[in-house]
């Protein structure tokens, strides 16, 4: 019976870390003071940054690690649970937040840094169960990321929000969906990520002012930071 109303709180918990992550509201009583110490593994030294610019980027694979790690330590001293959204990484600041793109489908999350690794050749970040599925990894298991550090230290790097319309192989297509949104008083974009031309509504200060407008015009989309 414990162990049954264990798993219902951790589903519970994973739905409002979305929320959570989506909207910055970043507080949680299991955030630990950061540490910052020099470490070493596998006969390699690494020294955490003290800090780290806003929009600060890296490339590299990404791979996600889950029920063998969860519910033991962190490097922060936290209990992991595969099913929020946190990530390891090698030197980037504890509680540091970060985008992480996955340049084969253009998938992205936030996550929270709270462990150390992967120690893996080629390797920058280990996401989390839940933050790995998002991307898609839970079918391939690694794939190309770029990460860009979007909060540190209380600081933001979003400017805004936007939401995604559609995603087409052929370019022209991708230009008459945004032409056909403009009239909706925003801005519209065409991106072309990996193999696929994206089309994004712009121009929303708030996640929860993208949202309203998302439902309001029964846009199938999804919302991402700008």
């Not at 790097?157 to 370019?171: C, L």
């Amino acid at each position: 019976m414990k162990k049954t109303l264990f798993i219902i709180l951790l589903i519970l918990l994973s739905g409002c870390a979305t929320k959570e992550y989506q909207t910055y509201v970043i507080s949680s009583p299991n955030i630990k003071k950061p540490t910052q110490k020099p470490y070493v593994v596998n006969g390699n030294i690494y020294y955490p940054y003290k800090k780290v610019p806003i929009g600060w980027t890296q490339k590299g694979i990404a791979s996600w690690y889950g029920p063998n790690f969860h519910g033991k330590y962190t490097s922060n001293g936290e209990i992991y649970n595969m099913f929020a959204y946190t990530a390891a990484h090698k030197t980037l600041p504890m509680n540091t937040i970060v985008k992480v793109t996955n340049l084969n489908n253009g998938k992205s999350v936030f996550v929270r840094i709270n462990d150390r690794g992967p120690f893996v050749k080629g390797r920058i970040i280990d996401l989390s169960y839940a933050a790995g599925k998002k991307l898609g990894l839970d079918i391939t298991g690694t794939a190309p990321v770029v990460i860009k550090v979007v909060r540190f230290n209380g600081k933001n790097y979003i400017r805004g929000y936007k939401i995604q319309t559609g995603a087409f192989i052929n370019k022209k297509g991708a230009l008459n969906t945004a032409k056909k949104y403009k009239k909706f008083g925003y801005n519209t974009e065409v991106a072309k990520v990996g193999n696929f031309y994206k089309v994004y509504i712009t121009g929303f200060k708030t996640y929860n002012e993208a949202k309203r407008f998302e439902l309001e015009n029964h846009i199938a989309g999804f919302i991402v930071g700008d």
